[in-house]
């Protein structure tokens, strides 16, 4: 219809020069139903609001419903309206919204899809593409409907009875069976007082009633703060391996956090993969306890990407200087390789509880396990959810440090 | 209400094609409304030029329209597909041109007469007088603009391979495979239509506007463009109204279809709002734009008109300037090309020939030459032929030859026939009376006729029974039931029997008595041929009665 302004310019001058007052007629109906439907496709899009609503953080296997309420603020309707909107394509199955509404003077209309959280991630949900137009073709118009809102998928957790790992901290939550870590603020009841027995160790009030010098006994107790580190370096895994080991990686670092906040510990996390959000690679959050954290390390670890960073043994070191003496350093990595388990040993010697976690199968894992047993590292092997299952229920051997005992339930 | 064909179930043939776009009867109606309007531009031309408006060419134009998008429509079901082809169209094309001829019969010039008749035998051109060719023109511009506007609103809908595309949900079953290509897209249909409808405007208004133009002399002879008083007439202002509003409201129509075809094939989820409000909105929005636009400056009491009116007119003398400036350079150059070149002062012309009489024609050349009216003969001959068979074509492909019409052209042709027939007969029996009446005559003369009519006279009984059916038979060929000569003497009889019940009996005895005499090898003895020579005669009394009268 690029001919049309022409024809009507044409009209416009016979219309002038020939006083012929059904051509000027015929002007104004042409360039009014030509501007007017220019003016309004033009304006449709700019006076619509789109709001999108839907549940932003799902777990795994969750679907979430997006709502998205378009209104319409003009006193004008929009005879056709046409919303496309892709969920992303990580998830698929997810439907494809496309859909052609029109829409009267003030009206309000929503449009729904669903979205499943097929896999863990951090998406963006939007914007939709929005187009209009005017009744004859004169004018179309497109643009976005909003900014695009994200969605995060969390890591998968298994709920975990109890995990054998052992700590070095002293004054914790958790029951111990090693005397060395006697807590004075568990007193379980009082016996004689033996010589050697220190002074401060004496209940004077039992003293005074029995008439002979009693000393509290107490409970030993232990805390496991733990920093969980996750090596997200893709050359560390097998070629095979390097997407699903990274995924499973960082559904075992999830998990481990879960159980450990579940039992009131503060948990840390920390990764050299490369965090989406904030463009970070090499991070690590300081431990805390509470669902809270939980969910803040959750979200981490939904976004978290594996790339080509820097490798766990060079990063480690700086990543563990600021932790507290005693810490439990779990490092979720490919398998133990000789400059993993170095960097472990020097942890361990720094005063730190380092404990490997091999994601990938290994033919030997034992003699990856007597080298860290050597170095004073707890190695454990979690190739999948079974061994992962087996690691729980076993009796919980220690090499180094002290075995807790499991939470009672 | 147009409605998207449903994808969602397993549906018969008839739910693949798009039938609710295709018989849309508003859009129909505009199309036949748009392709009438088209009348006005000719209607308007022979105006300037001077004659009467033609009262007649917008009610046969809507006429030509509405025919074109009915037969176009019709084309475009598959139950018509093996109609589509040039014969149909041409017979439209000969049934509008006979229409126009009748009505410019009928309106202006009259029925023809014998003179007339003659007259085209001779001059076939006399045939068509301006006032057919531009009737013919007319109806010819409506049809044809109508039938290329239908096809193209045709095209715009959801083909039945798209719909099969859609409803494909077999694992592997590519969609590409049910689709067949499109040569054109809609959007180029929409365009095209588009451009036509715009060029066509356009025209209308050139029309429009070269009958306010008179072009007159001045006294020094020179031509003048000066504007006309007369404004148009209510029927021209009428039909560029509505040739535009109703090609605006066919543009809704057109992009309604090729958004719904785009989503369609896109999986898109179409709210029925959007096509129910569609039409409803485009009427109302066409309409408020007509109706404001009644309101505002008309003409000379547009503000913009003396403004533009005046720059027009220094643009057209500054134009004259510069070409009477071109012009005076060019004469002199020429002239001194001539002053240097030098003048012959004028070549004498060669004197014209006188022109020869006319060699006279030999009197073997007069003799042999055909009479004037036979080309025209032969040129008339060919064209009724082939207009009728064009028109008989059109007629059956239509199904018109099994409605009353056709039922009423039908008895007409039986009438004719059977006219046809009894002039024969009568032509026959008067000949043969003559030749009776000679062969009595001669009989007279000549003595040997008597021994032939003796010889005719039948000897035997067996003859005797044949004279008398054949005989019989002549009687009621006479009456006007000759027995064709395909069926046998017993079918013969049947219809005797139908046509003179009460002589029943004796038409079954006679022809009992005929086949045996006929084809039997046993003796006919005399007592046979007695009671023949009764029934005979009783036969004959029934057939001189008439048909369906019995004894009384």
Not at chain 2, 357 to 364: C, G, L, Y
Request: glycine share 8%; net charge positive.
């Amino acid at each position: 219809m690029a001919e049309l302004p022409i024809v009507l310019l044409f009209f416009l001058i016979v219309a002038i020069l020939l006083r012929m007052d059904i051509v000027f007629y015929l002007v104004y109906v042409l360039s009014g139903s030509y501007g007017l439907a220019r003016w309004w496709a033009g304006r449709s899009l700019k006076q619509l609001t789109v709001e999108r609503r839907f549940v932003d953080h799902i777990f795994m296997g969750e679907t979430t419903a997006v709502d998205i309420c378009i209104r319409n603020r003009s006193i004008l309707p929009i005879p056709w309206l046409h919303y496309d909107e892709t969920p992303p394509t990580q998830l698929s199955g997810s439907t494809r919204l496309l859909q052609a509404i029109a829409l009267g003077p003030k009206e309000q209309a929503t449009l729904h899809y669903e979205i499943a959280g097929r896999q863990r991630g951090f998406y963006p949900v939007g914007p939709g593409r929005l187009s209009s137009g005017d009744l004859f073709g004169f004018a179309e118009a497109r643009g976005s409907a909003d900014e695009h809102r994200p969605l995060v998928v969390y890591p998968r957790v298994i709920p975990l009875v109890h995990a054998p790992l052992s700590s070095r901290s002293p004054y914790g939550t958790i029951a111990s069976r090693q005397p060395i870590f006697a807590d004075p603020t568990r007193v379980n009841g009082v016996r004689n007082y033996q010589p050697g027995d220190p002074i401060r160790g004496i209940d004077w009030k039992t003293s005074a009633r029995s008439g002979q010098l009693q000393v509290k006994k107490t409970e030993p107790a232990v805390s496991l703060s733990t920093s969980i580190f996750v090596d997200l370096h893709t050359p560390a895994y097998s070629r095979s391996f390097r997407y699903s080991g990274t995924e499973w990686a960082i559904v075992v670092a999830a998990s481990l956090a879960n159980y450990l906040i579940e039992e009131r510990q503060v948990v840390g996390l920390g990764s050299n993969g490369h965090d989406e959000l904030t463009d970070a690679t090499c991070w690590s959050i300081p431990p805390r306890s509470g669902r809270s954290h939980l969910m803040k390390l959750l979200e981490w670890l939904a976004r978290v990407q594996a790339g080509e960073t820097r490798s766990l043994h060079e990063w480690l070191p700086q990543a563990t200087v600021s932790l507290a003496w005693g810490t439990t350093v779990i490092a979720v990595t490919a398998s133990g390789d000789e400059a993993t388990c170095a960097a472990l040993g020097r942890l361990y010697r720094a005063g730190l509880n380092p404990v490997l976690v091999a994601i990938e199968p290994h033919a030997h894992f034992a003699v990856i396990k007597e080298r860290c047993r050597r170095l004073g590292v707890s190695a454990f092997e979690m190739a999948d959810e079974a061994a992962l299952r087996r690691w729980q229920i076993r009796e919980a051997v220690t090499y180094v440090g002290v075995p807790y005992a499991p939470r009672a339930g | 209400m147009h409605h998207v064909p449903d994808r969602s179930r397993d549906q018969s043939f008839a739910d693949y094609r798009d039938e609710a776009w295709q018989v849309s009867l508003f859009r129909l109606a505009l199309i036949a409304l748009l392709a009438a309007s088209l009348a006005a531009g000719p209607a308007l031309i022979r105006a300037g030029l001077g004659f009467a408006w033609p009262v007649y060419v917008i009610p046969a134009a809507a006429i030509a329209g509405v025919f074109g998008v009915v037969t176009t429509s019709l084309l475009g079901r598959p139950a018509w597909r093996d109609r589509r082809g040039m014969t149909f169209r041409l017979g439209e094309v000969v049934l509008l041109l006979t229409v126009a001829r009748l009505l410019v019969w009928v309106l202006y010039e009259g029925w023809p007469g014998p003179g007339a008749l003659r007259a085209w035998l001779v001059h076939p051109g006399l045939f068509f007088t301006g006032e057919f060719l531009f009737a013919a023109f007319t109806l010819m511009l409506v049809w044809g603009f109508a039938v290329g506007t239908t096809a193209d609103f045709l095209d715009l809908a959801i083909r039945p391979d798209e719909v099969a595309a859609q409803r494909s949900r077999a694992w592997g079953d590519s969609k590409s495979q049910w689709r067949v290509a499109m040569p054109v897209s809609r959007s180029e249909i929409l365009q095209r239509f588009a451009l036509r409808w715009i060029s066509f405007g356009l025209l209308l208004v050139v029309c429009a506007a070269l009958t306010r133009i008179a072009i007159t002399t001045t006294p020094a002879g020179l031509l003048r463009a000066s504007l006309r008083g007369l404004g148009l007439q209510p029927e021209a202002l009428a039909s560029l109204v509505c040739y535009f509003l109703a090609g605006l409201l066919l543009m809704s129509h057109g992009r309604l279809a090729v958004l719904r075809a785009r989503w369609f094939s896109q999986d898109v989820e179409i709210n029925s709002t959007i096509i129910n409000q569609w039409h409803r909105t485009s009427l109302l929005f066409v309409g408020l734009v007509a109706l404001v636009a009644l309101l505002l400056p008309l003409g000379r009491t547009s503000w913009l008109a003396p403004a533009i009116e005046w720059l027009f007119a220094l643009v057209i003398r500054v134009i004259m300037v510069i070409a009477l400036i071109f012009g005076a350079l060019f004469e002199l150059l020429a002239r001194l090309l001539r002053a240097l070149f030098g003048e012959s002062g004028g070549e004498l012309r060669p004197a014209e020939p006188i022109p020869m009489p006319p060699p006279i024609p030999s009197q073997e050349e007069v003799a042999s030459r055909l009479p004037p009216w036979l080309g025209g003969v032969v040129l008339w001959l060919v064209v009724v032929l082939v207009a009728g068979f064009l028109l008989v074509s059109f007629l059956q492909s239509t199904g018109l030859h099994r409605s009353r019409l056709g039922g009423w052209l039908l008895h007409m042709r039986l009438r004719w026939r059977a006219r046809r027939e009894r002039y024969g007969l009568a032509l026959t029996q008067q000949v043969n009376k003559a030749i009776g009446r000679l062969r009595r005559v001669r009989r007279r003369v000549s003595p040997a006729s008597r021994t032939r009519e003796g010889m005719r006279t039948p000897a035997t009984p067996r003859d005797k029974v044949r004279q008398y059916y054949l005989s019989a038979v002549q009687e009621a060929t006479e009456r006007g039931k000759p027995r064709p000569s395909h069926r046998t003497p017993l079918e013969y009889a049947r219809d005797l029997a139908e046509t003179w019940p009460e002589a029943q009996t004796d038409v079954t005895g006679l022809t009992e008595a005929f086949v045996d005499a006929r084809y039997s090898e046993h003796e006919v003895d005399e007592q046979c041929a007695t009671t023949t020579a009764s029934t005979w005669r009783r036969l004959m009394q029934g057939l001189r009665r008439p048909p369906g009268r019995g004894a009384e």
